[in-house]
């Protein structure tokens, strides 16, 4: 992966939901083509709030937001956001849910068909490509919502802690998952968690957030090359920085959980 | 004469078995003199029966067409909300027995002004829990479509619209028991017999002036068997539209 241009940049952003209360402040930070942003950080530190800015679901109250150099006017179409629940359509099967992005674009049934089949295979949803929701585990569902994020091939993938909801086994599992995706079909990650574990195997930068208002305490860097696999999680440079990471945690301030 | 006093009255003797009989008659006749009743009357029953089926079936296909435009008004902004709701109210809290002969006067009495007292006594739950289905789409749902850059049409089309289905069926469910109630009572108060218009309530007001009680039990049974049609028509609908997805068709699977 070539990591030169920066793909996002954040220059002194905040932002304030009111007058005088900050949540997020003064956030830098230039994050290049092909990175895997995670943001860490007690709650109430702003961390969903930062992506749904990125997704241009709120505004920038100071600062500035910068994807490719500029400041986005609308919405853009190679940006893709995976929310905390899967979300998905009740009503919609499975290929009908992956396909929901490209049918809003506007895309041709065959094409639509195309890219659902190669990517509900690529998820490893195969299998339950007709059922409905209701039918599916909460993993198979997340997968549902990975999948649907990915039919549009995004450049920018940003993840609001899409694995917090499921057991430690199935989290590890998606985990690999989602980096044997990336390699195949690259995109740039910003991933809010809250489990350390999973900040550690899947990123090249970890951005530990403060509380009150919300800044970048440390930033941590995973320097272990791709592609990653299970022996990673056993190697003494994972739980160095295992350890170094949740020590950084810990030292922020924040509301107690 | 009440049946405490008929009892009395044959305990004195004063009664002969068969008066006691016939005025048992009145009051509670048999499930086979009823039936009797329903083949003697068929010539009058079944052409009445049409008549309000007619009517229901009118007044109920409007009641859904206008109750969902209507919501889809109401649910687009504040303002209208605001401005037409309480006209929605007014026309609905107004006795239809107030509202009749105002029909009947600016609609003339007929069959038209039957099916629109079914209308006008079926359209308000349609109106009620659309409404509500339109504009309680779940959040995340809507910050998927925002993500998506879906326009405001295929928000609509693709999100609100089945979002709202279960609730709109629902307020059809209803409706569909209201309507033939509707139709029976605006044949009472806006219907005519001219021209062999009339339907079962014109018939019952008939039978009452006659004390034909078991005709009157064949009507409230023609009735019945009207909201019944309609209810399981609207329940297979329902079944079709919800049982793969909906919480309230689950069948214990999965």
């Known amino acids: 992966m070539v990591e030169e241009n920066a793909i996002v940049q954040l220059k002194k952003l905040s932002k304030r939901f009111d007058q005088d209360q900050d949540v997020l402040s003064d956030i830098d930070l230039e994050v290049k083509e092909g990175e895997f942003i995670s943001f860490v950080g007690p709650s109430g530190c702003g961390k969903s709030t930062l992506l749904r800015m990125l997704a241009g679901l709120t505004s920038v109250s100071e ?3 910068l994807i490719d150099g500029a400041t986005p006017t609308e919405p ?3 940006l893709y956001l995976v929310f905390q629940e899967a979300n998905l359509l009740p009503w919609a099967r499975v290929r009908e849910n992956v396909e929901l992005p490209m049918k809003l674009q506007g895309k041709p049934k065959i094409t639509r068909q195309a890219v659902a089949d190669a990517i509900v295979e690529l998820v490893g949803l195969q299998d339950a490509a007709d059922r409905f929701p209701r039918q599916l585990s909460g993993g198979m569902k997340m997968r549902v919502s990975i999948a649907r994020a990915l039919s549009v091939s995004p450049r920018i993938l940003l993840l609001d802690e899409p694995f917090g909801a499921l057991d430690a086994i199935t989290r590890n599992q998606l985990n690999e998952d989602l980096l044997k995706i990336r390699e195949k079909d690259p995109f740039t990650a910003f991933f809010v968690t809250h489990s350390v574990a999973e900040a550690v195997f899947l990123s090249t930068r970890i951005v ?5 208002p919300g800044r970048i305490a440390d ?19 994972y739980f160095d920085l295992l350890a170094r990471t949740s020590k950084s945690l810990r030292q922020q301030k924040g509301e107690s959980e | 004469m009440l049946a405490g006093e008929i009892i009395k009255h044959n305990k004195t003797g004063s009664l002969s078995e068969e008066q006691a009989d016939n005025i048992r008659r009145v009051i509670l006749p048999y499930p086979t003199e009823i039936w009797q009743a329903t083949v003697q009357e068929r010539s009058n029953l079944f052409p009445a029966a049409y008549n ?7 007044g109920f296909l409007s009641a859904i067409g206008i109750g969902l435009g209507l919501a889809i008004l109401l649910s687009s902004s ?7 709701y309480p006209w929605i109210l007014v026309i609905q809290t107004i006795p239809i027995i107030i509202l009749a002969p105002i029909i009947a006067i600016w609609l003339k009495q007929g069959a038209h002004s039957v099916a629109v007292v079914s209308f006008l006594i079926s359209f308000f739950p349609i109106v009620a829990n659309t409404t509500m289905g339109l504009t309680s789409t779940d959040k995340n749902l809507l910050e998927l479509f925002a993500v998506s850059k879906a326009s ?10 089945p979002y709202a289905l279960p609730h709109f069926l629902s307020g059809v469910k209803i409706a569909a028991v209201l309507a033939p109630i509707g139709a029976i009572a605006g044949d009472i108060f806006v219907g005519t017999s001219a021209g062999g218009q009339g339907g079962i309530g014109f018939l019952a007001i008939l039978y009452k002036g006659d004390v034909n009680t078991p005709a009157l039990y064949a009507c409230a049974a ?27 068709s689950l069948d214990g699977e999965a």
């Open chain 2, 78 to 84: 504040k303002a209208l909300k605001r401005s037409l």
């Open chain 1, 208 to 212: 530990v957030l403060e509380s009150n």
């Open chain 1, 219 to 237: 930033i941590i860097d995973v320097p272990h090359s791709y592609p990653r696999t299970v022996e990673f999680r056993e190697s003494p440079e």
């Open chain 1, 76 to 78: 853009r179409d190679d």
């Open chain 2, 52 to 58: 309000t089926l007619k009517a229901a079936i009118i």
């Open chain 2, 152 to 161: 405001m049409l295929q928000e609509i089309l693709f999100l609100r619209f």
């Open chain 2, 222 to 248: 023609l009735a019945c068997l009207m909201g019944f049609l309609f209810v399981g028509l609207v329940n297979y609908v329902q079944w079709l539209l919800l049982h793969n997805w909906h919480e309230s």
């Open chain 1, 63 to 65: 600062g500035a937001l």
